[in-house]
T-cell receptor, first 116, second 115 residues
């Protein structure tokens, strides 16, 4: 069975500081991994995804994530936080090459606060 | 290109009443998914349509929930009768057949409050 663990339900950083949001996954087969962001009163927006190409994935708004198989991790980073990054972030996993079962399994989310 | 549209955006109903949520996927997306987030918990899968067929409904909590996708276009999710624990945000998502290349596009969600 697949699962996702996001460490830290709340993360606070100062504007300009490094953002690190942690995600660890469990999967019996090679996974596809996603990070989504939800801004207040909006839907889920895809930040980036890992689908077996490069292990370092660059996304929108300066975010990137690195797939580390040995650590079963897919942490999200951004070198310098901006006030507009304040939102809730979700890590998700799904199976590769499975047409019958491709539901996303989400973590519980991490709310990012950015202080001036 | 229009995104995934959900309505209503908010709904407040009394316990025992019926509510119908609607999702309009992106045109041409065969795959349509429903998810739900109960307050403070993770977003959980409810079901998956491929065109008009239910491909996977393993996440549907009980028989008070009925999802349909007539004609393979928009989808409805009916809750009848609603219970307090049904409160949460219901998300719809759609994707092309090659979902891992093009990803999943989510709607803004319907916030359901059962009182």
């Amino acid at each position: 069975a697949q699962s996702v663990t996001q460490l830290g339900s709340h993360v606070s950083v100062s504007e300009g500081a490094l953002v690190l949001l942690r995600c660890n996954y469990s999967s019996s087969v090679p996974p596809y991994l996603f990070w989504y962001v939800q801004y207040p009163n909006q839907g889920l927006q895809l930040l980036l995804k890992y689908t077996s190409a490069a292990t370092l994935v660059k996304g929108i708004n300066g975010f990137e994530a690195e797939f580390k198989k040995s650590e079963t991790s897919f942490h999200l980073t951004k070198p310098s936080a901006h006030m507009s990054d304040a939102a809730e972030y979700f890590c998700a996993v799904t199976l590769r090459r499975s047409y019958n079962t491709d539901k996303l399994i989400f973590g519980t989310g991490t709310r990012l606060q950015v202080f001036p | 290109e229009a995104g995934v549209t959900q309505f209503p955006s908010h709904s407040v109903i009394e316990k025992g009443q019926t509510v119908t949520l609607r999702c309009d996927p992106i045109s041409g997306h065969d795959n349509l998914y429903w998810y739900r987030r109960v307050m403070g918990k993770e977003i959980k899968f409810l079901l998956h349509f491929v065109k008009e067929s239910k491909q996977d409904e393993s996440g549907m909590p009980n028989n008070r929930f009925l999802a349909e996708r007539t004609g393979g276009t928009y989808s409805t999710l009916k809750v009848q009768p609603a219970e307090l624990e049904d409160s949460g945000v219901y998300f719809c998502a759609s994707s092309f057949r090659d979902r891992t290349t093009y990803g999943y596009t989510f709607g803004s969600g319907t916030r359901l409050t059962v009182v």
